[in-house]
């Protein structure tokens, strides 16, 4: 793992519940704000269910994916309070 990797999973370990950040804020947290498809990828690969990846979301406050499993990542966000249809 890059020590971008790790700076972006604690950036998004840090999202508060009831709360969300898009993938290019997590990027410019971890110190690169062109990394925003990274961070997307970081994501997507993450394994780890102490990290609350359906927090973050696209810039144009589209959900985006969620391993695959967007109907997950929806139904979390809205049981926190975090997304309106």
């Known amino acids: 793992?890059?020590?971008f990797s790790e700076k972006v999973l604690e950036?998004?370990?840090n999202v508060q519940?009831?709360?969300t950040m898009t993938y290019k804020e997590?990027?410019?947290r971890a110190g690169n704000s062109k990394?925003?498809?990274a961070v997307g990828a970081i994501m997507a690969s993450n394994k780890d269910l102490c990290i609350p990846c359906h927090r973050v979301i696209r810039s144009d406050g589209k959900i985006g994916g969620y391993n695959g499993l967007l109907g997950?990542?929806?139904m979390r966000l809205r049981e926190e309070g975090a997304w309106q249809p």
Do not use: D, N, Q, Y
């Open 35 to 37: 990394a925003a498809r």
């Open 11 to 13: 950036v998004a370990r």
């Open 17 to 19: 519940r009831g709360k």
């Open 26 to 28: 997590v990027a410019a």
């Open 1 to 3: 793992m890059t020590i």
């Open 72 to 74: 997950e990542k929806r």
